[in-house]
């Protein structure tokens, strides 16, 4: 792979001058990243001695890591690269350019110009224009004549302008994507060892030879060998398509590669590529920075084969080709990607977050097929004109006056039928509304940069306006309502129940010092309390808190941690069990001096007090503790903490003596028994002062809070009463995930959405649940069809386990400063402050999008209206349109892209919280808009045609119709074009206000682009009218014209106030208009394609209906004849059936981390459901706790519906494939396991292929 890759040999040349610098060389490293397993060991065993001599050839200690000095780091830098993918190019402004002249209709417009501007300059020589009837005939000096060319040059000069304002648009709307993707990329810090001590840096900063703190939840920036290592778990299937978690340990796996996910565990690498050199950039560099995606795909193929050839000693289980299996078999083929939905664009969709989510959010879906109807209409209404135009010009020529057609004359004919056509293309250039897909862009371009100052880091574009339609939130409690900073407050310790933190002389020194040594060993070691940044503040904790606050309790005891932890390094623990949401405890083995083991366990109490037959009393001894203890304890105990809203730890130890022989360290429920419990502490998480009023902020606006924990139940609800999530005397539930689970599910152990809508409406505390739960809530809350209107979700989330629930929801935030790296990929938002009410400012401005689009088409609509008609109507009746085609660009100009800046730019205000969210359903246009868009449409209408017809006689002036073909512009015409601009422009400000309010001004100066555009607009317009000259089709007007004009303009507000004086209810006869499609208008064989799609992209579908039939057959009849070529040779089922996904920045190229939360170990008791006095180990895939028949685990029972009886509780390997979800059509609701094949199983795929 080395010799492929165009920096593999820019830096070997480098190397070659550094070569006696470090003992081994980029090339070597490189080779060694490439082995995999136990190759990779047996490498280093016969090449460094092991990974001590390693480190010394890379010049870096185990213990210390570098030495941190600048020169080190540069030359590291110099001679292994740096940690840094350049990014794909972005498109320059001549591509943008380029793009923009794509537009159908101007290059309708474009051609027609340069027809009229050809057949301007064509001169008939012995023909007298009069004999080619009226119409053509003089009333043209010479020099008139010889501007005929101006119209068709002002016109293609009007398209360049349109170009150049649409391209600079993309351009800086792009710019600001790249500016937030490098936000998002240094906002990713690294924990290593430098100089002994433990910091964090950018992900860019890591060098060759740097040891790294890997834990839970990380994306490994760069590839490493493992030094050290607890219960290290990793999830490679981004590199290799293996959804299994591989385990790491030193005997027998240490490769760790870069962009794949740490699901369980902690340990310590030494960084050994970095950049293009590690495993991911070696892709991409292939890849070439992903400049052409159909070779990408190749690549991609090719490069997974080899990984796969790589890995001889993994035997190929049957879930990796079940996987790509249903990836393949997804409805449409993946790999033509068809429509937009969120599954099958989703390996563009992490193309970078720079580009916006591919598919069309429910916004721009309703925009997309209105615009399409508007423009299907404006397209009839320009052909008709065009047709009354050319038919009026025939029989007024040929047949009223009688003339014969003269071949001389067919130039100057054909003349006529050129302006008829450009007039035609005109109206259809105002009539689409080509300033919608912009407006929507500006607006959310601009919100999602205002955001940034609101803390909210927008990673998709349309999350950003989905949040104003949120009806629900889940959110965590830890760190999003509390703040994060623990504090041991309550403790109950050698039978007493101390309120406050005891004196350390009330504790026998024995209990005091198990207490101290297990709090010091069983904290994770990059866990630490550090002095405060400035005197008098706090301490810092870093780490994690719960942690953070009993060690905080060894100071307060007046004991040091640190000389334990010094006595006791890290390499010294003989096991770690690391925390996980199944284990819900944390457990570490010393090995004793005399070959005895002691292991110190904590964990939430209720739990690990099951698991205690002992516990240390007053003298320090230790007496038994049975059931009836325990239910006392908790009690008298746990309860009252909990109902102050103390999270209880319990923390025990138990020793395993010499005689009993070496214990059976995987069998955890044989270990995690017959405890000695030292101590209860309760620890204190105060709420953040500024929730209660944001939650009560929500609740006004329509929004229902939900807070979903792993805590205890009555924590729960205390903290839930002091947020003002549950108000006394309301009914609403608060339930247990045990309890939740229960309920939810029928006899067989499925989950049905029945029985989930009975408790989702009144529910508000979901306490010990499990990630899986909260995937379900949220899951059963969207499909719920209970409320009138589809639930949006938003859902808070910081673990690695809430990557499920984060994607599934409407809109994911994860923590900015919690989160896991894997939370934060699968988010929509990341909460930079992870601060609860950062989230209710989302929701304001994501609200204000949805208005600023409303009052952008109110405006639009009422142009576009207007100028038709007056186009059309003008045409029929004065044979000539009383708008000419360069003012209508202007107009056009005007309307859309100034205006669609104008009013995609103001500012959300408090008001919007006042109001319930609108709902997916809600039409773009309410019937108080379609009001005003009629009412101001008739009093323009009025006005036009009154000036029209009449204006001669009114200004004293000339008359303007009827005008022969290149007659000099005229007074009248252009006050009617004038009038018609400043109509428009004091329109623009009623459409600031789409409730109907009367002050149209309120807050106009807070928005000072809006000020800007409407007054630099009618600046233009006085220099057009009074210079325009020719090519506008312009006479200079006098001061008392101008005031007629700007009089009957500002007409239009007067006119607003007493439209808003009409109660529309009395308007019966109102429409709404701009709905997204229902269900019930697609074609059955659709929905099935469209059911998994979060969203249905209309117009989209409108215009490819066609096409995803086409790429449909042609998918099938691919896998039919592989299908049928696997039976004739014994090839697998599966070659090369994967779904290719084209990825182009480090991060993103591995975002999908499988998110599994059971093991491959079967062993690890359910606890909730397991009992001390029961100690059966429950299988994590058993189909229910109380299910009499175990189901085997299926490696592909990967089913979000409850599909089959096999998976309810676990959200099996591929819980989070895109692929896969979108597979549950197959197989109807009611069906059950028994029947039917698995869906992924090798049967069930060849049926639905044949």
């Not at 385990?247 to 970095?274: C, F, N, P, R, Y």
């Not at 039409?923 to 868009?933: Q, Y």
């Not at 997204?1076 to 659709?1086: A, C, L, R, Y």
């Not at 175990?1190 to 509780?1209: D, E, H, N």
């Amino acid at each position: 792979m080395a010799n492929n890759s165009y920096s593999g040999v820019k830096n070997s040349i480098v190397e070659a001058n550094h070569d006696g610098e470090f003992g081994c060389t980029l090339k070597e490293l490189r080779s060694l990243m490439e082995l995999r397993g136990t190759e990779g060991l047996n490498k280093i065993g016969e090449s460094y001695g092991d990974v001590q001599g390693f480190c010394s050839r890379l010049k870096t200690s185990p213990t210390d890591g570098l030495s941190g000095q600048p020169a080190d780091i540069e030359k590291r830098k110099t001679v292994f690269g740096q940690n840094f993918i350049p990014p794909k190019k972005p498109k320059t402004f001549l591509q943008l350019v380029w793009e923009a002249l794509q537009d159908v209709t101007l290059i309708i417009l474009e051609v027609a110009a340069i027809v009229s501007l050809g057949l301007s300059f064509y001169r008939p020589q012995d023909v007298e224009r009069e004999d080619c009837g009226k119409a053509a005939g003089g009333g043209e000096d010479e020099n008139e004549s010889e501007a005929g060319w101006i119209e068709g040059a002002a016109i293609l000069l009007s398209v360049i302008c349109v170009v150049l304002v649409t391209a600079f648009n993309d351009w800086s709307k792009e710019k600001q994507f790249r500016g937030l993707q490098s936000r998002i990329e240094q906002e990713q810090k690294f924990t290593v060892v430098r100089g002994g001590q433990v910091i964090q840096i950018p992900v860019a900063e890591i060098v060759v030879g740097d040891i790294a703190q890997v834990k839970y939840g990380d994306l490994l920036p760069a590839d490493g060998v493992l030094i050290q290592g607890n219960d290290l778990k990793i999830d490679e299937s981004s590199l290799t398509g293996e959804s299994d978690h591989v385990k790491k340990t030193q005997e027998k796996d240490i490769m760790l590669l870069s962009g794949t996910h740490v699901m369980e565990g902690s340990g310590k690498m030494v960084v050994t590529a970095v950049g293009v050199n590690s495993q991911t950039g070696i892709i991409f560099t292939l890849l070439g920075g992903g400049e052409d995606d159909d070779d990408e795909e190749e690549e991609k193929k090719k490069e997974k084969e080899e990984k796969k050839k790589q890995r001889k000693n993994k035997k190929q289980d049957g879930s990796i080709e079940n996987r790509k299996k249903a990836k393949a078999q997804d409805g449409a083929a993946m790999e033509m990607q068809p429509l937009n939905s969120d599954e099958g664009a989703d390996a563009e969709e992490k193309k970078k977050a720079n580009l916006p989510k591919k598919e069309k959010s429910v916004l721009q879906g309703k925009l997309t097929k209105l615009a399409v109807q508007i423009g299907k209409a404006g397209l009839v209404m320009s052909a008709i004109t065009v047709i009354i135009l050319v038919v009026l010009f025939v029989v007024d020529t040929f047949w009223i006056q009688n003339l014969p057609w003269v071949k001389a004359c067919t130039p100057i004919y054909i003349q006529f039928f050129v302006k008829f056509f450009i007039i035609g293309v005109t109206v259809l250039v105002v009539a689409v509304p080509e300033g919608l897909p912009l407006a929507v862009t500006i607006s959310l371009a601009y919100s999602v940069k205002k955001m940034m100052k609101d803390n909210n880091l927008v990673r998709h574009l349309d999350a950003c306006e989905t949040m104003g339609n949120a009806t629900a939130i889940c959110s965590d409690k830890t760190g999003t309502l509390t703040m994060n900073r623990m504090t041991v407050v309550q403790a109950y310790v050698a039978d007493k129940h101390y309120r406050k933190v005891p004196e350390p002389e009330n504790i026998p020194t024995s209990i005091l010092d198990f207490l101290i040594v297990g709090i010091a060993v069983n904290c994770a070691y990059t866990t630490k309390i550090m002095p405060p940044e400035k005197e008098g503040g706090l301490p810092r904790q870093v780490g994690n808190k719960t942690e953070c606050a009993l060690l905080g309790f060894s100071t307060d005891l007046k004991r040091d941690y640190q000389t334990i932890r010094n006595e006791i390094p890290e390499e010294k623990l003989y096991k770690v069990y690391t925390f996980n949401s199944v284990r819900k405890s944390m457990s570490t083995v010393l090995k004793m001096a005399d070959g005895s083991y002691r292991m110190f366990s904590k964990g939430a109490s209720e739990i690990l007090l099951k698991k205690c037959y002992k516990i240390l009393t007053a003298t320090g001894e230790s007496r038994v503790f049975r059931p009836r203890d325990r239910e006392d304890m908790v009690k008298k105990v746990i309860e009252p903490m909990a109902s102050e809203g103390l999270r209880t730890i319990c923390l025990a130890y138990r020793d395993f003596t010499t005689a009993d022989g070496e214990p059976d360290w995987d069998n955890e429920s044989d270990i995690l028994t017959r405890l000695t419990c030292i101590c209860v502490v309760g620890i204190e998480d105060p709420v953040r002062p500024e929730v209660p009023d944001a939650i009560r902020k929500c609740q006004r606006a329509g929004i229902t809070v939900r807070m979903v924990t792993g805590d205890n139940i009555n924590t729960a609800r205390a903290i839930a009463t002091k947020c003002g999530i549950l108000q006394p005397g309301d009914d609403f539930l608060c339930l247990e995930g045990k309890e939740f689970n229960r309920r939810i599910r029928n006899e067989k152990g499925e989950i049905e959405q029945e029985r989930i809508d009975k408790i989702w409406p009144k529910l508000r505390v979901l306490a010990r649940s499990s990630p899986t739960d909260k995937h379900t809530l949220v899951k059963g809350i969207i499909d719920s069809t209970v409320a009138e209107q589809r639930q949006v979700v938003a859902v808070t989330g910081d673990g690695t386990n809430d990557g499920p629930a984060l994607k599934k929801a409407d809109v994911g935030f994860a923590m900015g400063i919690a989160g896991t790296d894997v939370a934060k990929e699968a988010s929509d938002i990341i909460l930079t402050d992870d601060n609860f009410s950062s989230i209710v400012k989302a929701v304001m401005w994501g609200r204000n999008v949805y208005d600023s689009i409303s009052k952008f088409l109110q405006f639009q609509l009422t142009v576009n209206v207007v100028a038709v008609i007056v186009a059309f109507s003008g045409a029929c009746i004065t044979q000539d349109s009383p708008l000419k085609a360069v003012q209508m660009l202007w107009v056009n100009l005007i309307m859309d892209t100034f205006a669609s800046l104008a009013l995609a730019t103001e500012p959300p205000t408090e008001a919007l919280l006042l109001r319930k969210p609108y709902g997916r359903n809600k039409p773009l246009i309410s019937r108080t808009m379609m009001k005003n868009i009629l009412g101001q449409g008739v009093y323009q209408l009025i006005i036009i045609f009154t000036l029209l017809f009449a204006g001669e006689k009114m200004f004293d002036i000339d008359c303007g119709r009827n005008a022969p073909l290149r007659a000099p512009p005229s007074e009248h015409y252009t006050i009617v074009f004038n009038t018609f601009v400043l109509m428009q422009l004091f329109n623009e400000i009623n459409a600031r206000k789409i409730h109907g309010e009367r002050n149209v001004f309120d807050g106009i100066f807070n928005n000072p682009i809006f000020c800007t555009i409407v007054f630099g607009t009618f600046i233009i317009q006085i220099v057009i009218v009074q210079f325009g000259g020719k090519p506008f089709s312009c006479v200079a007007l006098n001061i008392d014209q101008w005031l007629w004009c700007t009089f009957l303009g500002f007409g239009s507000l007067l006119w607003g106030q007493v439209i808003s004086s009409i109660p529309t209810s009395r308007l019966k006869f109102l429409k709404t208009a701009g709905h997204g499609t229902q269900k019930e208008e697609i074609p059955d064989e659709e929905l099935e394609e469209l059911e998994d799609m979060d969203e249905i992209d209309h117009a989209e579908r409108e215009l490819r209906r066609g096409q995803i039939l086409w790429f449909r057959g042609l998918n099938r009849i691919q896998t039919q004849i592989r299908v049928v070529n696997a039976f004739r040779s014994s090839i697998s089922l599966y070659e090369g059936l994967e779904k290719p996904e084209s990825r182009s920045s480090i991060h993103n190229f591995m975002t999908h981390p499988e998110f599994r939360i059971e093991d491959s170990e079967p062993h690890i008791p359910l606890i909730d459901d397991t009992d001390a006095e029961d100690d059966a180990p429950t299988k994590r895939n058993s189909a229910s706790p109380r299910n009499t028949t175990p189901t085997p685990p299926s490696p592909a029972s990967a089913s979000p519906v409850p599909v089959v009886a096999v998976a309810p509780l676990s959200p099996s390997p591929n819980q989070n494939n895109n692929a896969v979800e979108s597979r549950n059509h197959l197989l109807p609701e009611g069906t059950k396991a028994g029947g039917t094949s698995v869906p992924g199983s090798p049967l069930h795929s060849l049926e639905t292929s044949l």
